[in-house]
Nanobody, 127 residues
Framework: QLQLVESGGDLMQPGGSLRLSCTSSDFALGAYAVGWFRQAPGKEREDVSCVSRSGLDTNYVNFARGRFTVYRDNAKNTVYLQMNNLKPEDTAVYYC????????????????????WGQGTQVTVSS
């Protein structure tokens, strides 16, 4: 089973920027579409973004569009989520998840599509 590890979470002030990373030590992520998701305390998991195997297709939910950027470096076996202009409501545990697919240029933004999940990284935005 694919093991995913997220990193980069931190305590940030509003308006700050943060880059999260998602990597696997045992599988080539290039064979997987990858999504980012988050869950705040007491709330349900939210979809955030996804990136296709090639990196050419990306999708964002409304709150992420324009502030977050998902991209990948398959040579480094890592997928990133760049988050700018952070807001207190971005406080959550952020998870990456992956699904093996033959499709190079399509990703699904719904977490229901993904089978392999990381343990999450905490992002806290507070002044």
């Amino acid at each position: 089973q694919l093991q995913l590890v997220e990193s980069g979470g931190d305590l940030m002030q509003p308006g700050g920027s943060l880059r999260l990373s998602c990597t696997s030590s045992d599988f080539a992520l290039g064979a997987y579409a990858v999504g980012w998701f988050r869950q705040a305390p007491g709330k349900e998991r939210e979809d955030v973004s996804c990136v296709s195997r090639s990196g050419l297709d990306t999708n964002y939910v409304n709150f992420a569009r324009g502030r977050f950027t998902v991209y990948r470096d398959n040579a480094k076996n890592t997928v990133y989520l760049q988050m700018n202009n952070l807001k207190p409501e971005d406080t959550a545990v952020y998870y990456c998840a992956a699904i093996r697919t033959s499709r190079l240029d399509v990703c699904a933004i719904s977490g229901d599509e993904y089978g392999d999940w990381g343990q999450g990284t905490q992002v806290t935005v507070s002044s």
